[in-house]
């Protein structure tokens, strides 16, 4: 049981990064292009596939934040996992240019499962508070890149609970960094491979390896641009 305890938590540690695809600090399309974003992504670690939708809010300078719901998928187990993620963070410009920031962000969640039958419970919980620091390189009119690394305190536990009721529990405090880019398309679609990597991992039962994500979003909610036309006079006879 010790060794599906270990894998079943790499669920909810992805599901962090995960949901903190908000502000241009961490790889995004800026809310400045809409206040609202929908979007989603896939993460790949220790033999388990994680998806996820979000949806996120925010203003161009200030708070912000984001709810996401994913799957997680182990490998060799038929049942799978739900994993629900909440992020809050508040931007701060670093540059009169306004193309470097950083990101105080916090973020809470819960899995549930996967469960190896019925008769057994099992469920995670994860807290995490930490930044991140990201700029924006234009690269074409059309298309800007947005590298960005995050640093985060993480706060794990694991519960399984069987039939008799005496639940078993494994807990650990790491940390955990984030490096990736978002390409920014027409300022409102963003792509956004990540990578992160977990640091000071004390539990033998908790995996140590990095987890590979890629992510996308859509802005939108934001003024649409205005057609203004000038009539032509008409000529005199």
Do not use: W
Not at 48 to 71: E, H, I, K
């Amino acid at each position: 049981m010790r060794r599906f305890l270990g894998l079943a938590l790499v669920g909810i540690l992805v599901a962090v990064p995960a949901a903190v695809r908000a502000q241009t600090c961490s790889g995004m399309a800026s809310f400045s292009s809409g206040p609202l974003r929908v979007g989603g992504g896939v993460g790949l670690a220790n033999n388990q596939t994680n998806f996820d939708v979000n949806l996120n809010a925010g203003s161009q300078y200030g708070p912000f934040g984001g709810v996401s719901v994913g799957r997680s998928d182990v490998d060799g187990n038929a049942n799978s996992a739900t994993v629900v993620g909440l992020n809050g963070g508040y931007s701060f410009e670093l540059n009169p240019q306004r193309t470097a920031k950083f990101c105080p962000i916090a973020g809470f969640s819960f899995e549930s499962g996967p469960d190896r039958n019925p008769n057994i419970d099992v469920s995670s919980r994860a807290v995490s508070f930490g930044g991140s620091f990201g700029g924006l390189l234009h690269t074409q009119s059309t298309l800007t890149l947005a590298p960005f690394v995050s640093a985060s305190f993480v706060d794990l536990k694991r519960t399984v609970t069987p039939g008799n009721g005496v639940s078993a529990s494994l807990s650990d405090q790491f940390g955990l960094v984030t490096f990736g880019a978002g390409f920014v398309m027409n300022r409102i679609l963003t792509i956004q491979p990540a990578i992160a990597f977990p640091v000071g991992v004390d539990t033998p039962q908790f995996s140590d390896d990095p987890m590979f994500s890629l992510g996308f979003g859509v802005n939108f909610g934001g003024p649409r641009a205005t057609r203004t036309t000038t009539a032509t006079p008409t000529p005199r006879k």
